[in-house]
């Protein structure tokens, strides 16, 4: 899989000609013969924020799954930055820039917070520049440094699984369920540090359920539905779609 790891260079001035970051055309995906995904055709424009909204059981995480390397497409291609990756491995996906934050926070509960951030130096990069970094984005975790992470706020531990995440300098950063059961204020403050992140060239796909905070700061969105993407657009024209599909309209 070199030709994979060796798209990593992100260039983030990439000429407008460039292939988008991520594309997906025609995948399929199941588990055993209940087919999950039924032919999603989606892309990613390089340095952009795309917001995949859609209501559970409509296909997301599955999708995360599949781009991600977790779990082999049935059918269809998955495009990173113009390379064929349909079928790579995790390993390989991650070396060629590709990182997820899971749903319900990644991070190792009985390791203190600058120990989660060590493991990002796996990556290569030196672990001082790592943490300069982290503490710069997330104050509150030069603070709680030394704090086992399982003791951290839902807030503080998603944090860290995004500051987690960036120390592996992705070029796509996948985040699933970002707001999930957090309380709206931090989801916002959560949602500025997206935006900060991509201003800072990362392309990113952002899995929610409805929430307004992920279409606040993305460039484009896209709507799930029974293991398809059902519309793409602007994000406003993206909100009266799901209001639509999911709530019936306004009436």
Request: aromatic share 4%; hydrophobic share 45%.
């Amino acid at each position: 899989m070199t030709q994979v790891e060796h798209d990593h260079n992100h260039n983030h001035a990439a000429p407008r000609s460039a292939p988008p970051i991520l594309e997906l055309i025609n995948v399929h995906a199941a588990y055993g013969r209940i087919e999950v995904l039924r032919g999603v055709d989606l892309t990613v424009p390089r340095g952009a924020v795309l917001a995949l909204l859609g209501a559970n059981g409509a296909g997301k995480t599955t999708l995360l799954r599949v781009i991600s390397g977790l779990m082999e497409p049935t059918e269809g291609d998955i495009h990173l930055g113009g390379m064929h990756v349909s079928g790579a491995s995790p390993d390989a996906l991650t070396r060629a820039g590709v990182t997820m934050v899971p749903e319900g926070r990644g991070v190792f509960p009985n390791l203190t917070v600058e120990e989660n951030l060590w493991l990002g130096s796996y990556s290569g990069r030196h672990v001082d520049k790592i943490l300069t970094e982290a503490y710069h984005r997330f104050p509150r975790l030069k603070e709680r440094r030394r704090q086992l992470a399982g003791s951290l706020s839902g807030g503080e531990q998603q944090m860290l699984s995004l500051a987690r995440a960036l120390a592996a300098d992705p070029a796509l950063l996948l985040l699933d369920e970002l707001s999930m059961g957090l309380a709206p204020l931090i989801v916002e403050s959560l949602y500025d540090r997206v935006a900060e992140i991509a201003e800072q060239g990362v392309s990113i796909l952002v899995v929610e359920q409805f929430a307004s905070s992920a279409l606040r700061v993305a460039d484009y969105a896209a709507v799930m539905h029974g293991g398809r993407v059902v519309a793409t657009g602007e994000p406003d024209e993206i909100e009266s779609v799901l209001t639509e599909l999911y709530f019936g309209g306004t009436a």
